[in-house]
């Protein structure tokens, strides 16, 4: 088990060291985000901007506008919610900017309803010309931030604080766009951004231990959203469930109900995640479970299918 927030800081010196012109910026988290690795190494790189999310937003514009690529680091409710104005304006410039939101969802569970981001999907999804990474464990962090670095405009990675499994690569490398990562037939299909790995996979493996075949299918990038693919992975497939630690409105649910009505595919899609709700405090893996982002929802939602 390990926390994929616990690699952002060797991401970020990874691409300095590979020569990548990485600023990074700060909001007064740099020990909760793990961004004071990179600030001990390159100190003269580093900009703590305070409890400015606005502010830093901006900065972080004007330091891309100057050849740099700055990575915005910060708890994924502030670098998209608190700065959401700042941010449109960057989309609209086509700013070179790259945010980075840990604690996304309900991973900042005791902090409750106002640290947990259930609308940041959302929030950036409807962005023009915005990247989203959803890297699905600690491995898949370091080739996420190179992969936002060589994209030309703005990206938003979407980064895990809970520990979590490391998946098995050996049959599929590293996902970067959407791919199935089990493939055992076309009974269901589960779709899951990266954040949900371990609530997924176990869903999965508990649909299997009782005689059903599907895909368990990771979407990496959420946008741009690879349509041709997705429906590639789905065809015959006659229910499918997608799972976010996020709002069923906007997310990835979302993203796949508008393909399928645009389609006008009759396939049964059962969304899991928060139904238009604000969240309580707690402990992070009991309030999914609560809420219906667990393995078992995922089982109970296509056992009987």
């Not at 229910?239 to 996020?246: F, M, W």
């Amino acid at each position: 088990m390990r926390a994929p927030r616990d690699e952002i800081g060797n991401a970020l010196l990874a691409l300095k060291d590979k020569g990548y012109p990485v600023v990074v910026i700060d909001s007064d988290l740099a020990s909760s985000t793990r961004t004071d690795q990179f600030q001990k190494s390159w100190p003269d790189a580093f900009f703590e901007m305070g409890i400015a999310e606005g502010s830093a937003m901006s900065f972080a514009t004007g330091q891309a506008l100057e050849g740099n690529i700055p990575f915005y680091v910060n708890f994924a409710m502030f670098v998209t919610g608190t700065a959401w104005t700042q941010l449109r304006q960057a989309c609209y410039a086509k700013a070179n900017i790259k945010l980075v939101g840990s604690h996304p969802g309900m991973d900042d569970g005791p902090d409750g309803a106002s640290h947990h981001a259930l609308e940041d999907l959302a929030l950036t999804r409807v962005l023009p010309g915005i990247t989203i990474l959803t890297p699905a464990d600690a491995e898949e962090v370091e080739a996420a931030f190179e992969q936002a670095a060589n994209i030309h405009g703005p990206v938003y990675i979407r980064v895990a604080r809970e520990p979590m499994p490391v998946r098995d690569k050996s049959a599929v490398p590293r996902v970067t766009d959407i791919d199935a990562v089990e493939d055992s037939g076309n009974d269901f299909a589960i779709l899951y951004e990266g954040t949900v790995l371990e609530q997924a996979s176990a869903g999965y493996e508990q649909l299997h231990s009782t005689g059903k075949r599907g895909k368990l299918i990771h979407v990496a990038t959420l946008k741009p959203f690879n349509r041709q693919r997705f429906l590639q992975l789905i065809a015959g497939c006659p229910q499918i469930v997608t799972i976010e630690n996020h709002t069923i409105t906007g997310g990835l649910g979302g993203q796949v109900a508008e393909v399928l009505a645009e389609e006008g595919l009759g396939t049964k899609l059962i969304r899991l995640g928060t139904q238009d709700t604000f969240t309580e405090s707690g402990n992070s893996r009991q309030l999914k479970e609560k809420y219906g982002i667990s393995a078992s929802a995922v089982y109970n939602a296509l056992s009987k299918g």
